[in-house]
């Protein structure tokens, strides 16, 4: 079984400020992990993904994650939030690396971006 | 990236009338394809996977009589819901897998509202 927790359901930050979304996950096996972002009105889009590989993975708009095995944590980072960032965003987890394989997702965190 | 696409975008119902959404990769061929729902502010919920020339698998608790299934080409899987109730609305999203991107694609969804 696998399974994502999402340890926030709401984030607010300053524009010009880091994000940090938390994502911890559990899986009986080598997991793949990925974060995707939703806007409104819009399908879902991979920012980045995990597959056994180097665990310092950097993604597009500027957010990089680091798997983590001893926290079995897969969390989300940005160094500069842009207004442009808001959106929902889902830390999910695939118990195998082909793309056909089963996605499970988190229950999202809402990143919210201020002036 | 690849681009997948949903129709219609949105539907308004009568409670016991059948809706048929369709999911098309406009750009590649997906022999596997996703089917999800999502419930306001909730994550998304993997109902079933279809697989080009055969049947779709559902997950467990969902009914393959009342979401009825399709994926007749490798660009084209369609989501029936026979007698709608409207315990059924929600937001219906698919994704399709890509070998070349190594990647699943997600349509912008289907917002379905039975009356």
């Known amino acids: 079984a696998q399974s994502v927790t999402q340890l926030d359901s709401h984030v607010s930050v300053s524009e010009g400020t880091p994000v940090l979304l938390r994502c911890n996950y559990s899986?009986?096996?080598?997991?793949?992990l990925f974060w995707y972002v939703q806007h409104p009105n819009k399908g879902l889009q991979l920012l980045l993904k995990?597959?056994?590989?180097?665990?310092l993975v950097k993604g597009i708009n500027g957010f990089e994650a680091e798997f983590k095995k001893s926290e079995t944590s897969f969390h989300l980072t940005k160094p500069s939030a842009h207004m442009s960032d808001a959106a929902e965003y889902f830390c999910?987890?695939?118990?195998?690396?082909?793309?056909?394989?089963?996605?499970?997702f988190g229950t999202g965190t809402r990143l919210q971006v201020t002036l | 990236g690849a681009v997948v696409s949903q129709h219609p975008s949105r539907v308004i119902c009568k409670s016991g009338t059948s809706v048929k959404i369709e999911c098309r990769s406009l750009?590649?061929?997906?022999?596997?394809m996703f089917w999800y729902r999502q419930f306001p502010k909730q994550s998304l919920m993997l109902m079933a996977t279809?697989?080009?020339?055969?049947?779709?698998?559902?997950e467990q608790g969902v009914e393959k009589d009342k979401f009825l299934i399709n994926h007749a080409s490798l660009t084209l899987s369609t989501l029936t819901v026979t007698s709608a109730h409207p315990e059924d609305s929600s937001f219906y999203i698919c994704?399709?897998?890509?070998?070349?991107?190594?990647?699943?694609?997600f349509g912008p969804g289907t917002r379905l509202t039975v009356l």
């Open positions: 899986s009986s096996y080598s997991p793949s």
């Open positions: 994704s399709a897998n890509s070998a070349d991107y190594n990647e699943q694609f």
């Open positions: 999910v987890v695939s118990s195998a690396t082909g793309t056909a394989s089963k996605l499970t």
């Open positions: 750009d590649f061929q997906a022999t596997t």
């Open positions: 995990y597959t056994s590989a180097a665990t």
């Open positions: 279809s697989n080009e020339g055969s049947k779709a698998t559902y």
